[in-house]
């Protein structure tokens, strides 16, 4: 089996290991490869594994050899899914294996806003500690969550994670899902009452025709002035004017941002002087455990299908 892996960069920088892919026959590396390069580069391959790079119908048309795509990711949007199933190339994505990792992060935003302990460690580095006349000093606001509400729009894997630890914090946790369900201890509201009655509101659902641009001025003008909106989803989820909008008015109190519609950030992006705003460069689900999980699954992936099973396998879906 030949195998070619594409942004290989973008998974590892060397802390974890890709050999588990090497077991299935000749793998070949890249890091970035222009989207007009990608049907030469992968031309002769059985298999090719992506995490961003674009495997359109006309790059599988260009690959008459290719019956597996892998991603190094849970989402798809960048396969011509429709166009695998018609060819028969096997789609496989990864679910589930960076829920803690996500979780974590959106929780350390919430936390950043609610013990403003940014501010006071670059405080104290400056020697504001050191000259106060006591032994401390109480500049910036800090909170307890017990007692807060947390809303979270889609309560899937990583969802439900989050309402754990909320609940774990003794905070009030109301949600909205797509699916009906029961989760102990969250309570299920619309979008509007969500929005209005959320503390900190926390996104974790994927990019759709339904949640494109739901944060946006109409919803923004629902959320407390205290409120804090936190996006570890997908940047498309928030239009970004409207957002820098209600963070520069105070019409909201802050917001996490680790995901944005155009990744890279461009160079002078509206964030950049957006007030009461910390962005992150989309490593929710970067951590070590993470990104060890996910290359096993992808190993596993490949596996299955060469011994003829289905395993998330979503251009059967």
């Given at each position: 089996m030949?195998?070619?892996?594409?942004?290989?960069?973008?998974?590892?920088?060397?802390?974890?290991s890709l050999t588990?892919?090497?077991?299935?026959?000749?793998?070949?590396?890249f890091d970035t490869v222009?989207?007009?390069?990608?049907?030469?580069?992968?031309?002769?391959?059985?298999?090719?594994?992506?995490?961003?790079?674009?495997?359109?119908?006309?790059?599988?048309?260009?690959?008459?050899?290719?019956?597996?795509?892998?991603?190094?990711a849970t989402g798809y949007n960048n396969i011509d899914v429709a166009a695998a199933r018609e060819l028969g190339v096997a789609v496989c994505n990864v679910p589930g294996y960076s829920t803690d990792s996500v979780a974590q992060l959106a929780f350390?935003?919430?936390?950043?806003?609610?013990?403003?302990?940014?501010?006071?460690?670059?405080?104290?580095?400056?020697?504001?500690?050191?000259?106060?006349?006591?032994?401390?000093?109480?500049?910036?606001?800090?909170?307890?969550?017990?007692?807060?509400?947390?809303?979270?729009f889609g309560l899937g894997d990583i969802g439900k994670k989050v309402a754990k630890i909320g609940?774990?914090?003794?905070?009030?946790?109301?949600?909205?899902?797509?699916?009906?369900?029961?989760?102990?201890?969250?309570?299920?509201?619309?979008?509007?009452?969500?929005?209005?009655?959320?503390?900190?509101?926390?996104l974790h659902c994927p990019l759709t025709d339904e949640t494109r641009g739901l944060v946006n001025r109409d919803t923004l003008a629902l959320m407390k002035p205290s409120a804090v909106l936190i996006n570890t989803s997908r940047g498309g989820v928030v239009e970004e004017e409207?957002?820098?909008?209600?963070?520069?008015?105070?019409?909201?109190?802050?917001?996490?941002?680790?995901v944005l519609?155009?990744?890279?950030?461009?160079?002078?992006?509206?964030?950049l002087d957006t007030k009461n705003l910390t962005i992150t460069p989309h490593v929710a689900w970067g951590s070590l455990e993470a990104r060890t999980r996910l290359i096993g699954m992808v190993a596993e992936n490949i596996r299955v299908f060469n011994e003829g099973g289905i395993l998330n396998r979503v251009e059967l879906l």
């Open positions: 030949k195998i070619t892996v594409l942004d290989r960069c973008t998974v590892t920088n060397g802390d974890v588990p892919l090497e077991v299935f026959g000749e793998v070949r590396y222009p989207a007009e390069d990608v049907p030469a580069t992968i031309g002769d391959s059985d298999a090719v594994i992506v995490n961003k790079a674009k495997i359109t119908r006309e790059v599988m048309l260009a690959c008459p050899k290719l019956r597996f795509v892998g991603l190094f350390a935003f919430i936390l950043r806003f609610a013990t403003s302990i940014d501010k006071y460690s670059a405080s104290t580095a400056k020697g504001d500690w050191a000259n106060s006349e006591t032994f401390s000093y109480l500049s910036y606001p800090i909170s307890e969550l017990a007692g807060k509400t947390l809303g979270i609940i774990a914090f003794g905070m009030k946790v109301i949600a909205v899902s797509r699916r009906r369900m029961y989760v102990e201890g969250v309570e299920f509201v619309t979008k509007e009452e969500l929005f209005a009655r959320s503390d900190y509101l926390t409207a957002l820098r909008a209600a963070l520069n008015s105070g019409a909201i109190r802050g917001a996490g941002i680790d519609d155009t990744e890279p950030m461009t160079k002078g992006h509206i964030y």
